[in-house]
């Protein structure tokens, strides 16, 4: 078996709010410092994206791709995998939709049939996420008529905005968007927001994978959520086949963000700096508790609508379905440990280059190293921060109406009592 941490939602360097280091020999480091074997590529839909991944990559596993010229050893066992995302802005049912839908080909003959029949339909070069006024039945129906293997996944599917469930513009089902073709959608992402436990409440999604991947903008947000997966011969079909068929020996768990820390999980009001629950809304007339206009509607909220009655906060399914991990990113530990504010700060560099040298790499110190090679390596109290995360000892104010949640690890004053307890040892 081959361990999969796989990163299924990426942009590159020609989308917008995107550093322009999202370059493919960038990637493939990061991916080996993040500890992750599979990358999206992002946006193969725009023509000079896609030329540059033709002009360095090349074939490995069955539809899988590396670098021809790795800049180390560890970047050239990274593999690609084709992926895009479409942003499509249609109407249907009377109102208009805004729906992200992600997008997978198992080639570049493929992808060039894909974006042969979208260019007809809009401008590929505005933007490494086209916005196309396509219906996302009819793109589901443009991948598989270039491919059986191009497959769609519904993107981040209850973000309020351009989720495929979104309280602004999206559906109450999938068989509302796809309809006779739903069977042929087997997977939605969670996004920031939401984590599967909260999906497990929604009964159409029963028979539907749910996967995470980090929608990275910039290189250290790379698997901030990731899907993981044991593999016996790594292919791009292989892939896809263990996520589909969500068999416990293949598909083995997904990384996901505390979903309070995702940027739309309360409802809120962002100009007023209020957040509030579902409950308050509902009170409210759907309006701001603070102000009296009219508040985003949340994930929390839209899974409490979309849920089924009997599926409370907290649902446990009968039929086992893939666990998951909640983490937060390394950086973001150490800098908590350290009492800053941000990532940032050249301290936080230095402690985190010091444990990828020492340990392997970020999974590997998020998820499995001993506390006592943690505490040989780094400060006593980056090493009791990674615990607690993985205990789920974390302080969250939940995120909301685009606003990032605030996590806490440390109490203010415990990071100097940590130190001195350790000190005496």
């Known amino acids: ?3 999969v941490i796989f990163d299924l939602e990426i942009h590159s360097k020609y989308a917008r709010a995107v550093s322009k280091e999202m ?11 993040k500890g992750m074997k599979v990358m999206a590529t992002g946006d193969f839909t725009h023509p000079l994206w896609l030329k540059e991944l033709k002009e360095k990559l090349e074939p490995a596993e069955p539809g899988l791709f590396k670098l021809k010229k790795p800049v180390s050893v560890r970047a050239g066992e990274t593999r690609f995998l084709l992926s895009g995302e479409v942003s499509c802005i249609y109407s249907k049912a009377g109102a208009v939709r805004r729906v992200h839908n992600l997008i ?27 916005i196309l006024g396509l219906d996302s039945k009819k793109l589901l129906r443009i991948l598989k008529d270039s491919s059986p293997d191009a497959h769609l996944i519904c993107a981040h599917c209850w973000t309020p905005w351009f989720g495929v469930f979104g309280s602004k513009s999206g559906f109450n089902s999938l068989e509302e968007c796809f309809e006779e073709l739903t069977p042929q959608v087997f997977a939605v992402e969670t996004g920031l927001s939401s984590d599967p436990s909260m999906n497990w409440r929604i009964p159409f999604l029963d028979n539907k994978a749910i996967v995470s991947g980090s929608d990275a903008h910039s290189l250290p947000r790379i698997g901030r959520e990731a899907t993981v997966l044991d593999i016996e011969e790594l292919s791009y079909r292989n892939i896809f086949e263990a996520i589909k068929t969500q068999d416990p020996n293949h598909f083995k768990f997904t990384i996901e963000f505390f979903p309070e820390e995702g940027r739309y999980h309360y409802d809120g ?41 009997d599926r409370p906060a907290g649902f446990k399914p009968s039929k086992p379905r893939p666990p998951f991990k909640n983490l937060i990113p390394l950086d973001q530990i150490i800098a908590d440990a350290l ?18 040298n020492k340990i392997g790499n970020e999974f590997k110190i998020l998820l499995e190293a001993p506390r006592s090679d943690l505490e040989a390596a780094t400060l006593s109290e980056i090493a009791e921060g990674i615990m607690r995360v993985r205990e789920g000892k974390v302080e969250i104010e939940p995120g909301y109406d685009g606003e990032y949640g605030k996590i806490k690890i440390f109490a203010e004053g415990e990071r100097k009592s940590i130190s001195k307890q350790t000190s005496l040892f």
């Open 1 to 3: 078996m081959t361990q």
């Open 23 to 33: 370059v493919p020999e960038k990637l493939a480091e990061w991916a080996a410092i």
């Open 104 to 130: 997978y080909a198992p080639s570049f003959a493929v992808a060039d049939k894909i974006n042969a029949q979208l260019s007809i339909i809009g401008n590929l070069k505005s933007d490494g996420r086209p």
């Open 269 to 309: 009001h962002r100009d007023e700096k209020h957040s509030q629950i579902p409950e308050e809304t509902k009170k409210a007339g759907g309006k701001c508790a603070k102000c009296g206009k009219n508040v985003t509607i949340g994930v929390m909220a839209r899974i409490d609508d979309l849920a089924a009655s």
């Open 339 to 356: 009492g800053l504010s941000g990532v940032a700060s050249k301290k936080v560099g230095e402690e985190y280059n010091n444990l990828i």
